[in-house]
């Protein structure tokens, strides 16, 4: 049997298969011809102190025992293209996932989505950055693989109790995913690597004998006697099935009026807003790992901060070491803010949405719109910034420090945002309370990371889709939603993750789920 070690050693060690298996022969009191093969299992960074050290969890093998590399493969998928069908809408990591599962569990997906897929995205993201234009169906948010293909790729996630993580990272993986993400602490894909598993994602499912259509937006949802009967397109098709998985994602707002419209029930949902900050990467290196130079061994430092001002939480949100922020707005006349990273993480810039937690309470003037209010309330902000930027998708931006001063700053320079951005005092994005909040915020941030509150961090406005402003409510027990019969509510936008992995597990949950209830 090997011998299983937890580990803290030099980055330089980590990164030296020799050096480590020179250290790992002293620790053990072996010889180094008798350590036969070392696997990783688990490796993550302590920067809590000044000597920056990497804890790893290995297994050591000797040379009397048996190492079998593992190849990560993917299950017998069945051949469906016969089976009883379930309609999926969305093509983004719930929907994908819940494509598969139902595939395993010998049932026909029917994925709808509303955007094109991975390759024709590229165009209209291009056309976002140096036009300016806003396709509704196809952006950062819209199209195969949902907003993570093309923001990020992070994997880290608190939601273990909701399922099994390591099931998704192992189907990432098997699809092509680096095998690396088995063992970081915070696994990553990266946007430049995503599209390719995705597609081959798609591509198993054809070969399933499932359907994936893309460019085809749901814009109404069949019920008769309080039970789904199927789904009709923009282009008047209908599809007909009793069962329905609704992935539609945290951006979808036509989706959360058309159930308005029906009266099937939903309700305003709590998210978070604020905007995202970029530093110099090599300023958060500085600050995290307390040295001029981080060296060539450990990668681009992130961080994660918390705070409680004026009774609210204010907290760092899909942190992007060496990363860009991208443009998601998914209409015209918004802006909205992301960011991403690429695979290597090697951009000059870091960048974090940094948001303040809404109350139901903040969207009473906007009461009128009912279970809609928080969407509005969202809505309006994105649209107060584009007003304010020159209505193009140029982002309201201001130094750091100027903005906690309440100074509009004298100059912008260039940032990861490729549209551009334009000088606005911050304040005249948020109401109030949210501005005053943010102002205090960073400067509480100033106390706790010496030298992030800098005016060399830029602020752009907004960041504002954290996660749906409406849940649809589902029965805990069979995920069903509460009055429709056969409408499974699903991942980000329905309110039940945050995401690639929790809205993945969320899928295959759902998926099970209809199973089950077909028995």
């Known amino acids: 049997m090997p011998r299983e070690l937890l580990l803290q050693v030099s980055p330089e060690i980590a990164a030296n298969e020799l050096l480590l298996k020179e250290h790992l022969s002293k620790q053990i009191k072996v010889s180094l011809n008798e350590i036969q093969h070392i696997s990783i299992l688990k490796r993550s ?36 293209s016969g089976a009883q069908e379930v309609i999926v809408v969305g093509a983004g990591p719930a929907g994908l996932f ?42 950062y948010c ?52 995503l599209p390719k598993i995705i597609q081959d994602i798609r591509e198993k499912i054809i070969e399933c004998g499932g359907q994936v259509l893309f460019e085809t937006r749901v814009t109404d949802i069949l019920v008769k006697n309080n039970e789904v009967e199927g789904i009709v397109t923009q282009k008047g098709d209908t599809i007909s099935a009793n069962k329905l998985i609704l992935a539609t994602g945290h951006s979808a707002r036509d989706i959360f009026e058309l159930l308005d419209r029906k009266k099937i029930f939903i ?18 290196d500085s600050i995290q790992y307390s040295c001029d130079y981080r060296g060539e061994h450990l990668p681009p430092a992130p961080y994660s901060i918390v705070k409680q001002v004026g009774g609210r939480g204010m907290y760092s ?40 937690e809404l109350k139901l309470e903040d969207f009473k003037p906007f009461a009128k719109f009912g279970a809609l209010a928080g969407m509005e309330f969202q809505k309006s902000i994105e649209q107060k910034a584009w007003h304010l930027a020159g209505e193009t998708q140029k982002v309201p931006a201001q130094r750091m420090v100027d903005f906690t001063q309440n100074k509009v700053s004298s100059d912008i320079p260039k940032t990861s945002y490729v549209p551009g951005t334009t000088s606005v005092e911050m304040g005249q994005v948020f109401p109030g309370f949210l501005s005053q909040i943010l102002r205090e915020g960073f400067s509480e941030f100033g106390k706790s990371m010496r030298g992030y509150l800098t005016n060399e961090a830029i602020l752009h406005a907004p960041e504002s889709r954290t996660s749906s402003p409406v849940r649809i409510p589902r029965n805990a027990d069979t995920y069903e939603h509460l009055q429709i019969k056969g409408l499974y509510p699903c991942g980000e936008g329905a309110g039940y993750a945050g995401g690639i992995i929790s809205a993945a597990i969320d899928g295959e949950k759902c998926a099970l789920m209809i199973a089950e209830a077909l028995k």
């Open 45 to 80: 960074i302590d920067a809590r102190q000044k000597a920056i050290k990497i804890n790893l969890k290995v297994n050591i093998y000797l040379q009397n025992e048996v190492f079998q590399p593992t190849k990560i493969e993917l299950p017998e998928y069945k051949n469906v």
């Open 98 to 139: 819940a494509a598969l599962q139902l595939i395993e569990l010998g049932l026909k997906p029917i994925v709808l989505e509303r955007g094109k897929d991975v390759r024709g995205r590229r165009r209209d993201l291009k056309a976002i950055n140096t036009e300016h234009f806003v396709n509704e169906d196809s952006n």
């Open 142 to 193: 819209f199209g195969e693989g949902g907003a993570g293909t093309y923001s990020d790729g992070k994997l880290y996630t608190r939601s273990k109790k909701r399922g099994d993580v390591t099931r998704i990272l192992e189907l990432l993986v098997a699809f092509g995913a680096s095998d690396d993400i088995l063992i970081e602490a915070h696994p990553h894909i990266g946007t430049n690597k």
């Open 267 to 284: 309700e305003a949902k709590p998210f978070a807003l604020g905007v995202r900050a970029e530093h110099p990467q090599s300023l958060i």
């Open 317 to 356: 949100f899909c942190m992007c070491p060496g990363g860009v922020i991208a443009p998601c707005a998914t209409s015209p006349g918004e802006v909205v803010t992301n960011g991403w990273s690429p695979s290597k993480r090697d951009q000059a810039t870091a960048n974090s949405g940094i948001v303040i």
